[in-house]
C-alpha cells in the first residue's frame, strides 16, 4: 500500500484531503505516513500476541507427537479448507474495496466491503458448526475432555491448544468485522474520496492480518 | 585466604566439591566489581569536585573519544565477562555431569517437606537425608504438587523440583555434619518453613547405618529425633512417634498453638462447626474420616490442604495415632474452644 | 544556538501556559495536550511508588525478626506479591516514558504534541483502569503468587490472583500504546534540521525502550490471560497433571519481563545522559557509542531471558547460550559508564542535587550490573538464584539506578515543568539521605544471599538476622529521604522562586521555550541549527581533546 500520488489528484480531492490535517502534523505526508507506520507496529504487536500460543503448539506436538497427530485428523479438512478460501477471498475483497475507494469508485468499494464482512460471517458459521461438533464428541479442554476414541497423553492438551488459537482468532475476526463495519458506515456516509481514504487502507490492512494468522493456523492444525 | 574473603562475604562453609570451585570464581567476579564500582563512583565525585564550575557560563573543551579508546572501552569489559562466561560455564557442566558411580537418592518435595528414599529397598526419610561423606550422591527429584528448589547453600547446590517431571541434581560431600536444606522456590504459605537437614556420616558409619535402616520392615520411617529401632512404648507414644514422622506436626500443634490445620489439644470430642455449617463431634470416626478423605468435613476457617494418608498410614498406626489426639487434654474441664486460624478463610475462587 | 542570553535579566513566569491555558478538572481529563497527561502520570506514579513503598517498609519491619513479627505467613506473601507488582508494574514500567516522555519528547523534537494525542489519553486511562483492577485485587483480599505468577502455584491458589491478571494485562496495553505513539512521534514528528544524529540522547533511549514496549508486551499479554484462563476455566497449557509444562510459563513469562527489565533501565539511562551534559555543561563523550548502546540493549535484550532460568530443569545447552548473551548486553552498559564519566571530564559542574544523585547512579549502575554479570555466570547462579543477592542484584539497578533517574529527571525538570525552583540545600540533604540509606538496606541483602537466604521467605534462620536488621535501618533511611524530597518539591511548587526559562543554562531544545511552556509548546517552531549537548559558544575558539 503505497502513500497517494498527491501530484495526480484533483484539486477537489486535494482540497478534502488537507481538510483532515490534524493539528499538531505539518503536512498531510507526514500524517499518512505517520498513521501507516503506527498500523504496522500495532499489527506487529498482534503477531507477537499470536506468537506465544504457536510458541505452545511447537513445544507440545513435539513432546505429544502421536496424539496430536491423531487429534488432528479429526478436524475437518473440508471445514477447515473451505474456512481458508472464505478469509482469503474476503482478502481479495478487501483490497479491492481499497483500491475501488482511492480510485473514487465509492459504491463498488462500498459492496466489496459488504461482500468482506459476509465472508467474516461465513467463516464464523463454519467456525460454529465445527465447535459444535466438538462440544458434542466431548472433544474439549483441558479439564472437560471426554473423547473416549483418543485417550493418549496430551489429548486435551490439543484441544486445549485448539480452543485457545481459534478462539483468539475468532475473536480478531470479530474485532476486524466491527472495524469494516465501521469503515462501511463512514463509506457509505460519503466521508472518503480519492483525496482521503487511509482508514479504509488501515482496516484492509488489519483484516489481512486477521486471514494471515488463520493462514498459519490451518496447516498446523488441520494438515499436519 | 579463602576463609578470610569467605568470611567478609558471609558465604557459608564449603562442604562439598563444588562449593570451592563456586567460590574461587565469585571472589574473582566480585572483586572486579568492587573494585570497578567504587572506581568509578569516587572518579565521578573526584571529577564533581576537580571540574566544578568556577565562574558563570565558562566554556568546556570538546572531549571525543578516539577509535582506540572505544575499542578498549569495549574490549577489556568483554574480556572479563567472556572469561567469567567461560569458567563458569565450565565449572556448571561439571556441576551438571554426576559421576556413573553415584548413589542415587530419590527427592520428593511437596508442600511443605521433603521425602526421601533410597531407591525401591528404602530406608525413607520425611526431612532428613543421610548421605555419606567423600561419595557422590545424586539426587532424582519431583514435585506432588507446585515447584520447589531443593537447595544447599554450604553445598552451593540448588535445582528446582518440577511437578510431573524429574529433574537431577549431585553433589559430593566433603565434611561430616549436619547442613540444612531450604526450599527455594516459593511455594505458598510455609515455603519459608519448608526446610530439611543433611546429615553427612563418615562412609563407613552411612554403610552400617543403612544395613541398619533395611534391617526389620521393609518400610522405615525416619526422624532426625530416634534411632530407628523396633518401637517400644504405648500406643500412645507409638502414636506420636508416627504424628512426628508423617509430618502432621507442620500443620496441627498439640499445644492449642493456631496453625494451618486445628489444634489436637481437646480436638477428642470437641464440638467443631464445619465449612457447610453443620455441626460435629471430633470423634474416633471423625478423627479416622479426617486422615483418609480429609476433604470431606473441613472445620470452618481452615483451608482444605491436608493431603490425604490413605495408602499410607496402616490400621494400627491410623489408630495410634486417634490414641495420641485422645490423650492431648488441657487441664481445664471446659472445653477450650477453637481459635481463630491465622490467615483468612478461604474465598471462593 | 547559544545559552540563554538574558542570564542578568529576572526570570519571568508567563502568564499564561498549559498548567492555566485551559480551566476545570474537565479539561484535564479530557486533554490532549501531552504535558497535561504527563502530569496526570505523575501523580498516579507517585501515589502508586507510596503504594509500593508501604508494602516495602511491611515487609522490611516483618523481617525484623526471624520468626512472626507483625504479620501472618499469607499476609507476608501477599506483601512481597503486592509489592512487586505494584512497583513493577504501576510505576517502574511506566514511569519515566509516561511522565517525562510524555513531557519532553515533543519539545526536544521541537513538536506540538505526540503524533497520537488521543492514543496518548487512552494510555493513561488504560493504566488508570489496569492500576484500578489491580486495587480490586488487594482490596478482595489479595494475591500471594509473587509478581512472577510461575504456574501451578499461581493456577491454584485461592487467593485473588484473576484481577490482578486482567490489571497487569490492561496496563500492558497502556505500555504498548505509548511505545508505539513515541516511535511514530520520533520517527515523523522531529523539527526541520533536526536529523537522527542531533537527537537528545533522551530521546534515543525512549526510543529503545518504545521498541521493547511495543515487541515484548503482548506476550506477557497472552501469558497472564493463559494463566487466568487457566483459573477460570480449568484449562490451560500449564497444569502437569494435564500433560502441561509449568516451565513453558516461565519461557513465556521472562521473554517479556527480561526485555522488561531494559524498559525501565533505558529511560533512566537516557535522563542521565541529557542530564550529565548539560549539569558539565560540555559536550557528550560519545554521542554515536551511547545512542547505538541504547539500541544494542534493545535488541541483545530480547535473547537474553533463559538467565532467569537457570535452575529450572532447563538444558545446560540453553543455559549456556543464555548466559554468553547476557554477557554481551552488559557490554553495551560498559560503554555507556565510560562515556557517562569521559562527559564529566573537564566539564564545569553545577554543584546541584542531581549531581548526587549522578554520582550515585554511576557507583549504583556499575555495581548493579556488574553483579548481573556476576548471576549471569551460571555455576555461581546455582548458589544465589532465589535468593537475596538476586534481590539485591535488581533492587540496585531498580532503585539504584532507575529510581535515580527518575529523581533526576523530576530535579532537573522540575523547573521546566512548573516554572519554578526548589531549594537545592534540601536537595543534596535528601539526596545523601537516599544514596547512603540505599547502600545500607541493599548491601546487607548481598551478604544475606551469599549465606543462602533464600527469597520470599517470611520467616527464616536466625542466622541471617543481624542482616536484616541492618537492611531494615538503612530503609528507614531510604524513606526519610523520600520523604524530604517530597515535602521540598511540594513547598517548591507552592512557594518556590521562579526559574526562568532555562535556569540550568542546558543546550537541550526543551528548554528553547518558556518555564512553564505554552499549551502548543513553541511560540514559534524553533530551528536546529547545532548539537543540543554542545555548550560552545559561537565564534568561541575551542580546545579539541581526543583521549
Avoid at chain 1, 474485532?175 to 462501511?184: F, N
Avoid at chain 3, 509516561?98 to 506540538?112: D, Q, S
Avoid at chain 3, 506476550?219 to 490451560?236: A, D, H, K, Q, S
Avoid at chain 3, 536546529?528 to 583521549?547: A, F, N
Wanted: charge should be neutral; include cysteine.
Amino acid at each position: 500500500m503505497s502513500s497517494s500520488d498527491a501530484h495526480a489528484l484533483s484539486p477537489a480531492h486535494e482540497a478534502d484531503r488537507q481538510r483532515h490535517l490534524a493539528h499538531h502534523f505539518d503536512t498531510m505526508d507526514t500524517q499518512e505516513y505517520a498513521v501507516r507506520l503506527a498500523m504496522w507496529l500495532f499489527l506487529g504487536t498482534e503477531v507477537l500476541l499470536f506468537a506465544g500460543l504457536f510458541l505452545g503448539y511447537t513445544v507440545y506436538r513435539h513432546f505429544y507427537h502421536e496424539t496430536f497427530h491423531e487429534a488432528s485428523r479429526t478436524l475437518s479438512i473440508v471445514l477447515g479448507t473451505t474456512n481458508t478460501i472464505v478469509l482469503i477471498t474476503s482478502s481479495l475483497t478487501v483490497a479491492l474495496a481499497y483500491w475501488a475507494v482511492k480510485t473514487g469508485k465509492n459504491g463498488l468499494g462500498a459492496f466489496l466491503l459488504v461482500v468482506t464482512i459476509l465472508c467474516a460471517c461465513g467463516f464464523l458459521v463454519i467456525k460454529g458448526f465445527e465447535y459444535h461438533h466438538k462440544f458434542e464428541e466431548g472433544m474439549l479442554p483441558g479439564q472437560f475432555y471426554h473423547y473416549a476414541e483418543i485417550t493418549g497423553p496430551g489429548a486435551n492438551l490439543y484441544f486445549t491448544i485448539y480452543f485457545l488459537t481459534t478462539g483468539l482468532h475468532a475473536f480478531h475476526v470479530i474485532v476486524g468485522m466491527s472495524v469494516l463495519i465501521w469503515v462501511l458506515a463512514r463509506l457509505l456516509k460519503g466521508h472518503f474520496s480519492p483525496g482521503y481514504y487511509y482508514p479504509v487502507e488501515l482496516g484492509a490492512l488489519y483484516w489481512h492480518l486477521v486471514d494471515l494468522v488463520w493462514i498459519f493456523l490451518f496447516p498446523l492444525l488441520y494438515l499436519i | 585466604m579463602n576463609d578470610i574473603m569467605r568470611t567478609l562475604l558471609w558465604l557459608p562453609v564449603q562442604a562439598s566439591t563444588f562449593a570451592s570451585k563456586v567460590d574461587n570464581l565469585h571472589y574473582f567476579v566480585i572483586t572486579v566489581t568492587m573494585v570497578a564500582s567504587i572506581a568509578t563512583g569516587l572518579l565521578a565525585f573526584y571529577f564533581f569536585f576537580k571540574y566544578r564550575e568556577r565562574r558563570k557560563a565558562q566554556s568546556t573543551p570538546l572531549v571525543l573519544p578516539s577509535v582506540k579508546f572505544e575499542i578498549v572501552v569495549i574490549g577489556v569489559p568483554l574480556f572479563f565477562f567472556l572469561l567469567w562466561f567461560v569458567q563458569g560455564f565450565k565449572d556448571y557442566v561439571w556441576y551438571t555431569s554426576p559421576p556413573k558411580n553415584a548413589m542415587d537418592v530419590y527427592v520428593m518435595g511437596k508442600k511443605w517437606m521433603w521425602k526421601f528414599a533410597y531407591g525401591s529397598q528404602g530406608p525413607n526419610a520425611i526431612g532428613t537425608l543421610h548421605v555419606p561423606e567423600g561419595r557422590p550422591v545424586r539426587l532424582l527429584m519431583t514435585s506432588r504438587d507446585v515447584i520447589h528448589s531443593f537447595y544447599v547453600p554450604d553445598f552451593r547446590i540448588k535445582q528446582d523440583l518440577l511437578p510431573g517431571r524429574y529433574t537431577e541434581t549431585w553433589f559430593e560431600a566433603t565434611k561430616a555434619g549436619r547442613y540444612q536444606i531450604l526450599c527455594a522456590e516459593y511455594c505458598g504459605t510455609w515455603h519459608s518453613q519448608m526446610w530439611g537437614e543433611i546429615v553427612v556420616m563418615p562412609a563407613q558409619e552411612f554403610d552400617n547405618w543403612l544395613v541398619e535402616q533395611r534391617r526389620g520392615l521393609s518400610e522405615r520411617v525416619d526422624t532426625s529425633t530416634d534411632d530407628g529401632d523396633n518401637f517400644h512404648g504405648s500406643i500412645v507414644e507409638y502414636g506420636k512417634k508416627i504424628a512426628m514422622s508423617e509430618g502432621c506436626v507442620k500443620c496441627h500443634s498439640f499445644d492449642g498453638e493456631p496453625h494451618i490445620g486445628p489444634t489436637w489439644l481437646d480436638l477428642y470430642q470437641r464440638r467443631e462447626t464445619l465449612e457447610t455449617g453443620e455441626t460435629i463431634i471430633a470423634d474416633e470416626a471423625y478423627l479416622t474420616d479426617s486422615m483418609i478423605d480429609p476433604r470431606a468435613k473441613i472445620v470452618k476457617g481452615y483451608k482444605p490442604v491436608m493431603p490425604t494418608y490413605k495408602g499410607r498410614l496402616a490400621a494400627p498406626e491410623a489408630a495410634a495415632l486417634v490414641e495420641f489426639i485422645k490423650s492431648l487434654r488441657s487441664e481445664s474441664l471446659e472445653n477450650v474452644p477453637s481459635k481463630e486460624a491465622i490467615y483468612e478463610p478461604v474465598k471462593r475462587r | 544556538m547559544s545559552q540563554s542570553s538574558d542570564a542578568e535579566a529576572a526570570p519571568v513566569y508567563p502568564a499564561v501556559n498549559y498548567l492555566n491555558a485551559d480551566r476545570g478538572v474537565w479539561s484535564w481529563l479530557s486533554t490532549l495536550d501531552h504535558k497535561r497527561i504527563a502530569l496526570m502520570y505523575l501523580v498516579s506514579v507517585l501515589f502508586f511508588f507510596l503504594i509500593g513503598g508501604i508494602f516495602a517498609m511491611a515487609i522490611r519491619l516483618e523481617l525484623l525478626t526471624p520468626g512472626p513479627t507483625i504479620m501472618s505467613a499469607n499476609t507476608y506473601n501477599r506483601m512481597f506479591t503486592l509489592h512487586g507488582v505494584v512497583m513493577i508494574f504501576m510505576f517502574m514500567i511506566p514511569a519515566i516514558p509516561g511522565v517525562f516522555g510524555n513531557f519532553c519528547l515533543p519539545l526536544m523534537l521541537g513538536a506540538k504534541d505526540v503524533a497520537f494525542p488521543r492514543l496518548n489519553l487512552l494510555s493513561l486511562y488504560l493504566y488508570w483502569t489496569g492500576s484500578l483492577l489491580a486495587v480490586t485485587a488487594m482490596a478482595m483480599g489479595g494475591l500471594d503468587t509473587g509478581w512472577t505468577f510461575y504456574a501451578p502455584y499461581s493456577t491454584t491458589t485461592p487467593t485473588t490472583v484473576f484481577p490482578a491478571l486482567l490489571g497487569v494485562f490492561i496496563l500492558g496495553f497502556s505500555s504498548i500504546l505509548t511505545g508505539l505513539n513515541f516511535i511514530v512521534t520520533i520517527h515523523t514528528m522531529r523539527a526541520p534540521g533536526l536529523g537522527w544524529m542531533r537527537l537528545q540522547l533522551f530521546v534515543w533511549g525512549i526510543y529503545a525502550t518504545s521498541i521493547i514496549q511495543v515487541l515484548a508486551t503482548p506476550v506477557i499479554g497472552l501469558t497472564v490471560m493463559l494463566v487466568g484462563i487457566e483459573r477460570i476455566g480449568g484449562f490451560g497449557l500449564f497444569d502437569p497433571t494435564k500433560g502441561g509444562d509449568p516451565v513453558l510459563f516461565q519461557h513465556m513469562f521472562w521473554f517479556y519481563s527480561h526485555p522488561a527489565v531494559y524498559i525501565m533501565v533505558l529511560p533512566s539511562m537516557a535522563v542521565v545522559s541529557d542530564a550529565i551534559a548539560a549539569f558539565s555543561r560540555k559536550n557528550i563523550f560519545g554521542y554515536k557509542m551511547i545512542a547505538y548502546s541504547s539500541l544494542g540493549i534493545a535488541f541483545v535484550g530480547f535473547f537474553a531471558w533463559g538467565h532467569h532460568m537457570f535452575v529450572s530443569g532447563q538444558s545446560p545447552f540453553d543455559n549456556g547460550a543464555f548466559a554468553a548473551i547476557s554477557m554481551l548486553v552488559g557490554v553495551f552498559t560498559a560503554i555507556k559508564v565510560f562515556n557517562w564519566v569521559g562527559t564529566l571530564y573537564r566539564g564545569a559542574i553545577a554543584v546541584t542535587a542531581p549531581f548526587v544523585y549522578i554520582c550515585g547512579f554511576l557507583f549504583f549502575i556499575v555495581f548493579g550490573g556488574m553483579t548481573g554479570i556476576a548471576v549471569a555466570t551460571v555455576s555461581l547462579d546455582v548458589h544465589w538464584h532465589d535468593t537475596y543477592f538476586v534481590v539485591a542484584h535488581f533492587h540496585f539497578i531498580m532503585v539504584g539506578a532507575v529510581i535515580m533517574g527518575f529523581l533526576i529527571a523530576l530535579h532537573y525538570w522540575f523547573p521546566k515543568m512548573f516554572g519554578k525552583k526548589y531549594n537545592e540545600g534540601w536537595g543534596m540533604v535528601a539526596a545523601s539521605f537516599i544514596v547512603l540509606g540505599f547502600i545500607a538496606t541493599f548491601i546487607p541483602q548481598f551478604l544475606a544471599g551469599n549465606a543462602g537466604m533464600p527469597r520470599r521467605y517470611y520467616m527464616y534462620p536466625e542466622r541471617f538476622e543481624a542482616l536484616n536488621v541492618a537492611s531494615t535501618a538503612g530503609a528507614s533511611l531510604l524513606a526519610i529521604g523520600f520523604v524530604i524530597v517530597l515535602i521540598y518539591l511540594i513547598y517548591a511548587l507552592v512557594r518556590g522562586p521562579i526559574a526562568g526559562d532555562n535556569p540550568w543554562d542546558s543546550g537541550g531544545i526543551e528548554w528553547m521555550t518558556t518555564s512553564p511552556p505554552p499549551k502548543e509548546n513553541f511560540h514559534e517552531t524553533p530551528i536546529i541549527d547545532r548539537d543540543p549537548h554542545s555548550y560552545q559558544k559561537r565564534g568561541e575558539e575551542v580546545e579539541h581533546v581526543v583521549i
